[in-house]
């Protein structure tokens, strides 16, 4: 039967009437398309399948599902309506499919995950509803749909789509569509969400680890290291809910150091953290690290704060006054400068080895003032001592 033609074959007509059809119905189906396999292959002059029709219209069983890609498999790669393949609309939020379809349509299309629709939207995104919700109607927030539909975003069954999607491809986390948005920015809206529910409140802290996990991964190349407070560092820096929310569950995590031997304190000064917006909260929960240096600039914290367009004289006079005693400082024999550094392969402080000291000491105020552009620290140093 030519594709496109006219004459809708019996199996499309079987379902046409669009309502939701019962078990009797899909064992015809099922029975139609292993007897009839030119029928399963007909398109519409849209290009759309029978695989498509089902998966928009309908929620097929398993079965039916694989019998289509066993019939005719190109029709994963097929893009209907609005450049629309397969799995876009298996993964949809609206369409509510069982992870089981995704996870079939990807074990025999795994690049499906990777391919943008018309709109430039890959699957993860339809998994996530951004166009409906986050990004074009952002009205929806307030309203009963708003919360029916955060309801299934942060449903056991998205979850579980997301993160085949991910396995599938780490790289689609990194992805952003015409409008600038990506998984990232959308899974950060939903922390600004009411969530009503103890098990959404769980699925989000999932939906969150995975896509940082992915993104991990995707930057990396392995996962063995990835820790998630770190990764809320790195990715949102002073996000100040997401930030409370994973100290809150893994704050053990900030004593130790990640996949380059930095601690979460260093990390958050970084990356323009202040005392109240971050830094204090990872200096309580690991307050070891507010004495221990830097592995990459082989500074301590409060001279971190000094340096840089993100310094801030509050932060340095907080680090400086829960440990003044780091201001008088320590000058470092030649023979000892490599200990400086911390061992990045170690994942406490208890390794961390100190360096000797000599008859000659010098104020820290002195080797920061030779680095330039910390007069600010200076003057804390003589306040505080």
């Known amino acids: 039967m030519a594709s496109g033609s006219n004459s809708m074959p019996l199996l499309w007509r079987m379902l046409d009437s669009r309502t939701t059809a019962a078990q009797e119905d899909w064992n015809a189906v099922l029975a139609r398309i292993r007897t009839h396999n030119d029928e399963a292959r007909w398109c519409t002059r849209f290009n759309v399948t029978f695989l498509h029709h089902v998966l928009l219209y309908f929620q097929p069983p398993l079965a039916i599902v694989s019998a289509l890609i066993e019939v005719y498999p190109a029709s994963l790669r097929k893009k209907g309506l609005g450049g629309v393949l397969p799995l876009h609309y298996a993964v949809s939020v609206h369409n509510e499919h069982s992870p089981d379809v995704a996870s079939a349509i990807l074990d025999h299309y795994p690049i499906a995950a990777t391919v943008k629709d018309s709109s430039g939207e890959i699957p993860l995104q339809w998994a996530l509803a951004w166009r409906s919700y986050w990004g074009e109607d952002p009205s929806l927030a307030g309203n009963g749909r708003g919360s029916q539909l955060l309801a299934k975003v942060l449903s056991r069954r998205n979850v579980d789509i997301v993160r085949l999607l991910l396995n599938a491809h780490p790289a689609a986390s990194l992805e952003n569509n015409r409008r600038g948005g990506g998984p990232w920015q959308i899974v950060a809206k939903l922390w600004h969400r009411n969530v009503d529910t103890l098990d959404m409140r769980e699925n989000l802290f999932e939906l969150t680890e995975e896509i940082l996990r992915a993104r991990f991964i995707a930057r990396s190349g392995e996962d063995t290291t990835f820790q998630p407070l770190h990764a809320i560092v790195r990715e949102i820096g002073c996000d100040a809910e997401l930030r409370n929310s994973f100290v809150a569950r893994y704050g053990n995590q900030a004593r130790h150091r990640d996949f380059t031997g ?96 000599t008859e000659k000491r010098h104020s820290w105020c002195q080797v920061a003032t030779d680095l330039g552009g910390m007069s600010a620290l200076v003057a804390l140093g003589i306040i505080l001592l």
């Open 262 to 357: 930095r601690l979460c304190l260093h990390l958050s000064i970084e990356n323009g953290c202040t005392w109240e917006n971050g830094v204090k909260q990872y200096y309580q929960a690991a307050p070891k690290a507010i004495e221990t240096r830097d592995v990459r600039t082989h500074l301590f914290p409060f001279m971190l704060a000094a340096i840089g367009e993100n310094a801030e004289v509050e932060t340095i006079f907080h680090l400086l006054k829960e440990d003044p005693s780091l201001i008088q400082g320590i000058k470092l024999t030649k023979s000892t400068r490599r200990p400086w550094m911390m061992n990045p392969f170690s994942d406490s402080f208890s390794s961390t080895r100190k360096p000797r000291i």
